[in-house]
T-cell receptor, first 112, second 118 residues
Framework: QKEVEQNSGPLSVPEGAIASLNCTYSDRVSQSFFWYRQYSGKSPELIMSIYSNGDKEDGRFTAQLNKASQYVSLLIRDSQPSDSATYLCAVPHYPNTDKLIFGTGTRLQVFP | EAGVAQSPRYKIIEKRQSVAFWCNPISGHATLYWYQQILGQGPKLLIQFQNNGVVDDSQLPKDRFSAERLKGVDSTLKIQPAKLEDSAVYLC????????????????FGPGTRLTVT
């Protein structure tokens, strides 16, 4: 089992819809979770971090964490074509908790 | 606040040649990371520095890759000799500190260097 798993997509949603991106991880002791957005040909950009069970909202983005199920998700409300990118989930690798393990990313396409 | 700076942005070399990449982290960030991102994959950590000391280099191919962070600020990553499979984007990231009190600090990436080995 991979340490961090994401569906590679593409996930296609119409403009204005909610995009739901999912990530599962294998290490039960993980405490911090990060979502990065990566446009084609660009470097990853941090968009959300979440440390506690439940939801964390920032603008149109909501991160949801369920440690019992080892599952973290990212919801993008009112999706825009400019949201079209690859979304990377990252989880620390214990015992070196600075070492982030990245999933392969989910490619999101928002069509007008 | 200025972000992470990297140079060069692009590099094309032939196999068996050497290449070096430079990174300047966000001011005040103690921890610096070098990642390798192969097309279609997530970034993979190569080496992590805390100030000028190495914390983790377990995935660095030490027979050909080397890195240093003198004076705890700028860092260079070198490949010598390069192989075809080294073609990738090399990303530098930094964070304020490393892990502390149960909290992993956010890492911020530079623009990357796209290396093509022919």
């Amino acid at each position: 089992q991979k340490e961090v798993e994401q569906n590679s997509g593409p996930l296609s949603v119409p403009e204005g819809a909610i995009a739901s991106l999912n990530c599962t991880y294998s290490d039960r002791v993980s405490q911090s979770f990060f979502w990065y957005r990566q446009y084609s040909g660009k470097s990853p950009e941090l968009i959300m971090s979440i440390y506690s069970n439940g939801d964390k909202e920032d603008g149109r983005f909501t991160a949801q964490l369920n440690k019992a199920s080892q599952y973290v998700s990212l919801l993008i409300r009112d999706s825009q074509p400019s949201d079209s990118a690859t979304y990377l989930c990252a989880v620390p690798h214990y015992p070196n908790t600075d070492k982030l393990i990245f999933g392969t990313g989910t490619r999101l396409q928002v069509f007008p | 606040e200025a972000g992470v700076a990297q140079s060069p942005r692009y590099k094309i070399i032939e196999k068996r040649q050497s290449v070096a990449f430079w990174c300047n982290p966000i001011s005040g960030h103690a921890t610096l990371y070098w990642y390798q991102q192969i097309l279609g994959q997530g970034p993979k950590l190569l080496i992590q520095f805390q100030n000028n000391g190495v914390v983790d280099d377990s995935q660095l191919p030490k027979d050909r890759f080397s890195a240093e962070r003198l004076k705890g600020v700028d860092s260079t990553l070198k490949i010598q000799p390069a192989k075809l499979e080294d073609s990738a984007v090399y990303l530098c990231a930094s964070s304020l500190v490393g892990f502390s009190a149960g909290h992993t600090y956010e890492q911020y990436f530079g623009p990357g260097t796209r290396l093509t080995v022919t």
